[in-house]
């Protein structure tokens, strides 16, 4: 079912994401503190969605309620039409954090299965899994290494496989590569492009990045400073396939000056109220 504007319904299949005037507020001894408020988006299925904002502005609290991580105070969320709970306990996502947060004393193999592990899965379907998901990050022939044998883009990339072993829809991305250099970002990007283009997931990405932001996604959702709101979502008018120099068009820039643009607008937003 779709509605008079031809998005799907939050009732309908396709629909992964669907948020509605949520809000989210923390109970602190210094008074309350609103983390998000009034959110309204819908993410689609295999969409590639980066949430982009000042620190503070509620990018990672959002993933959060989607993970069931956090429980909205006002409003609704409803993950494949499900609650974050019911989708949580169903493992309809993976969840890649800011560091790898691997164990030091597991073999990369070892770090990869241990969702699979924690839901029984046989060892012959694990090792398929761990094969399967190792080349998809290009870390085939590192199985046996352990985290600190690998760099710290390698590391990152055997996070994602762990988030990915266990094949579901959702993949949520909390600035996964904003502690690595400049060149290693660009290559994981490249990299993840792929990944995305192979698998078909949906991908929510947090970022303080405007050229990631703009390189990596179908959608970018702006977001304004505490308590978030969103201020801007924008459809990328950027081909699927998109090599590293395509950042320096002009199709490429008039995003990122839009971006650059909500930024603003979402602080004057707050000086005003």
Known sequence: MTSPNNRPEPGSPAVVVAAEHLGLTFGTNDGPVHALSDVNLTINKGEFV?????SGCGKTTFLRTIADLEQPTSGRLLINGMTPQQARETRAYGYVFQAPALYPWRTIEKNVALPLEIMGYSAIEQAQRIKRTMELV???????????????????????????????????????FG???????????????????????????????????????????????????????????????????????????????????????????????
Not at 152 to 175: N, P, V
Request: charged share 25%.
């Open 50 to 54: 980066s949430f982009i904002g000042p």
């Open 138 to 176: 290009n870390l085939a022939g590192f199985e046996k290494k352990f985290p600190w044998q690998l760099s710290g883009g390698m590391q990152q990339r055997a996070s994602i496989a762990r988030a990915l072993a266990f094949d579901a829809d959702l993949l949520l991305m909390d600035e996964p």
């Open 179 to 273: 502690a690595l250099d400049e060149i290693v970002r660009d290559h994981l990007n490249s990299e993840l492009l792929k990944l995305w283009a192979a698998t078909q997931k949906t991908i929510c990405f947090v970022t303080h990045s405007i050229p990631e932001a703009v390189y990596l996604s179908t959608k970018i959702v702006v977001m304004s400073p505490r308590p978030g709101r969103v201020t801007d979502i924008i459809e990328s008018t950027l081909p699927l396939e998109r090599p590293l120099d395509i950042r320096e068009t002009p199709e490429f820039l008039a995003i990122a000056a839009r971006v650059r643009d909500g930024l603003r607008a979402g602080h004057s937003y707050e000086d005003v109220v």
